[in-house]
């Protein structure tokens, strides 16, 4: 069975910074793209940022410049670097990754629990 669990999450001042890890477990074959969402309460979750296997990545127009995705494919893991965080980055963020299993090589879509992260004086 693969699972994703996130750790770092936690409450932040204004302009402080936070680095935000997930890793994969279980029986894996192959990790593909991987991302960070976040959602807030009454609001559609969105897209953070992505980055394939290769390393190539991706950040929403909100992030860029302040936030940082990176991969260990050895480690299977992903970190989102969040720098000069704002009230406004207040959410849930949650990692998610296309992964095949060994029990059928198929890439699924899987998700973390996610982690709250607090931006506040």
């Known amino acids: 069975q693969v699972q994703l669990v996130e750790s770092g999450g936690g409450l932040v001042q204004p302009g402080g910074s936070l680095r935000l890890s997930c890793a994969a477990s279980g029986s894996i074959f192959s990790i593909g793209v991987m991302y960070w969402y976040r959602q807030t309460p009454g609001k559609q979750r969105e897209l953070v940022a992505v980055?394939?296997?290769?390393?190539?990545?991706d950040y929403a127009d909100f992030v860029k410049g302040r936030f940082t995705i990176s991969r260990d494919n050895a480690r299977n893991t992903v970190a989102l670097q969040m720098n000069s965080l704002v009230p406004e980055d207040t959410a849930v963020y949650s990692c998610?990754?296309?992964?095949?299993?060994?029990?059928?090589?198929?890439?699924?879509?899987?998700w973390g629990q996610g982690t709250q992260v607090t931006v506040a004086s």
């Open positions: 980055i394939d296997r290769e390393g190539g990545t």
């Open positions: 998610s990754a296309q992964i095949a299993a060994y029990s059928d090589y198929r890439f699924a879509d899987y």
